[in-house]
T-cell receptor, first 115, second 109 residues
Framework: VTLLEQNPRWRLVPRGQAVNLRCILKNSQYPWMSWYQQDLQKQLQWLFTLRSPGDKEVKSLPGADYLATRVTDTELRLQVANMSQGRTLYCTC????????????FGHGTKLSVL | GQQVQQSPASLVLQEGENAELQCNFSTSLNSMQWFYQRPGGSLVSLFYNPSGTKHSGRLTSTTVIKERRSSLHISSSQTTDSGTYLCALASSNTNKVVFGTGTRLQVLP
């Protein structure tokens, strides 16, 4: 059973353009939603955990700037801007906050490539 | 430094051989998970194992907290086991999940 639906699955991003990603939670038993990035070397890194509608956070990492928003109880968004290197963004969900004793579930991911 | 180290970085096996993948961590542990990632695919949770030993088919996970290590044993490997195996640690200090660098496994027919 798929817990998370991510879209788009793949996007070619012209240099300098921003892209908006979406993640839909299919099971309310896992309300803690997060974004992770996986770089071209396959290293995974936590970006954000947002629990409540209206929560927003920004972060700048090497190769991209991020703005994450928890829109509703079931929708998480991520805007990726100033991307200079390709990466894959994964949405995750868990029953409790990261770091607590809870299993983590991943969406299919959105692969971003720079044009 | 890197909080979660995995070894080996890559491994090539003949079908039928066993594999032992290691995950060592330098911080106190709240939870440990092992994931499998098919080339080009998403991550699938194999084990949630903060301590002790768990079995699932041909896979066994053992976490020894006081030694700050976790292992994943694959017995009688198959070509479909090929992919990347990642361990992920949730630290009780930081409330964040940190992933290891992964072990890339290739099983040859």
């Amino acid at each position: 059973v798929t817990l998370l639906e991510q879209n788009p699955r793949w996007r070619l991003v012209p240099r300098g353009q921003a892209v908006n990603l979406r993640c839909i939670l299919k099971n309310s038993q896992y309300p803690w939603m997060s974004w992770y990035q996986q770089d071209l070397q396959k290293q995974l890194q936590w970006l954000f955990t947002l629990r409540s509608p209206g929560d927003k956070e920004v972060k700048s990492l090497p190769g991209a700037d991020y703005l994450a928003t928890r829109v509703t109880d079931t929708e998480l968004r991520l805007q990726v801007a100033n991307m200079s290197q390709g990466r894959t963004l994964y949405c995750t969900c868990s029953a409790e906050r990261q770091g607590a004793s809870e299993r983590l579930f991943f969406g299919h991911g959105t692969k971003l490539s720079v044009l | 430094g890197q909080q979660v180290q995995q070894s080996p970085a890559s491994l090539v096996l003949q079908e039928g051989e066993n594999a032992e993948l290691q995950c060592n961590f330098s911080t106190s542990l709240n939870s440990m998970q092992w994931f499998y990632q098919r080339p080009g695919g998403s991550l699938v949770s194999l084990f949630y194992n903060p301590s002790g030993t768990k079995h699932s088919g041909r896979l066994t996970s053992t976490t020894v907290i006081k030694e700050r290590r976790s292992s994943l044993h694959i017995s009688s490997s198959q070509t479909t086991d090929s992919g990347t195996y990642l361990c992920a640690l949730a630290s009780s200090n930081t409330n964040k999940v940190v992933f290891g660098t992964g072990t890339r496994l290739q099983v040859l027919p």
